[in-house]
């Protein structure tokens, strides 16, 4: 495709139940970013990806989230036990290198009930 | 620590009038700086960049260091400008700091 694409569009949950966000970059793009946008808010960043390795993951707000690139293209956000603080949209972008301009998905928007 | 403020949640002009978007920023280093959009029903992308000192759909914006801004400016404002504007902070890592946006209204 020409950008990138995140699936599911929508996801509700219920407090407690696991989620997985889905990523996939545009072809070729080395780097990978995560971020979380609360309401009102700008993107905050989660995670990055270079290739398949996670170089960076500081902004993941628990260890109740965890992400993965296993073939340095698709990637994963995984929540664990949702709470209700979780409700965002998530937002995937990939770039070429890490100093180029990042390409945005359309997001996730998450509600946890 | 490394922090946007955009303290404008909200700017409303005139179709034709001078449009500035605030932004300042907290940084010691030498700050990469951008301006991100992201108009109704579409995703956000890339506005300029403080490095490529170019001039995207008549948008300019200036890195003054000394007061740590970066504000967005247009000069005459269309319709179509009406938007989420975020200006965001890159300090050489792999972490890009948003500001909370100001959302711009064009009014006819």
């Known amino acids: 495709g020409a950008g990138v694409s995140q699936s599911p569009r929508y996801k509700v949950a219920k407090r407690g139940q696991d989620v997985a966000l889905r990523c996939d970059p545009i072809s070729g793009h080395v780097s990978l970013f995560w971020y979380q946008q609360a309401l009102g808010q700008g993107p905050e960043f989660l995670t990055y990806f270079q290739n398949e390795a996670q170089l960076d993951k500081s902004g993941l707000p628990s260890d109740r989230f965890f992400a993965e690139r296993p073939e340095g293209s698709v990637s994963t956000l995984k929540i664990q036990r949702t709470q209700q603080e979780d409700s965002a949209v998530y937002l995937c972008?990939?770039?070429?290198?890490?100093?180029?301009?990042?390409?945005f998905g359309d997001g996730t928007r998450l509600s946890i009930l | 620590a490394q922090r946007v403020t955009q303290p404008e949640k909200l700017l409303s002009v005139f179709k034709g009038a001078p449009v500035e978007l605030k932004c300042n920023y907290s940084?010691?280093?030498?700050?990469?700086l951008f301006w991100y959009v992201q108009y109704s029903r579409q995703r956000l992308q890339l506005l300029l960049r403080?490095?490529s000192r170019e001039s995207i759909k008549g948008f300019t914006a200036d890195l003054n260091k000394g007061e740590t801004s970066f504000h967005l400016k247009k000069p005459f404002a269309q319709e179509e400008d009406s938007a989420m504007y975020y200006c965001?902070?890159?300090?050489?890592?792999?972490?890009?700091?948003f500001g909370a946006g100001t959302r711009l209204f064009v009014k006819a």
């Open positions: 972008a990939s770039s070429i290198d890490s100093n180029q301009p990042q390409h």
């Open positions: 940084y010691s280093g030498s700050p990469e």
């Open positions: 403080h490095i």
């Open positions: 965001a902070l890159n300090t050489g890592g792999f972490k890009t700091i």
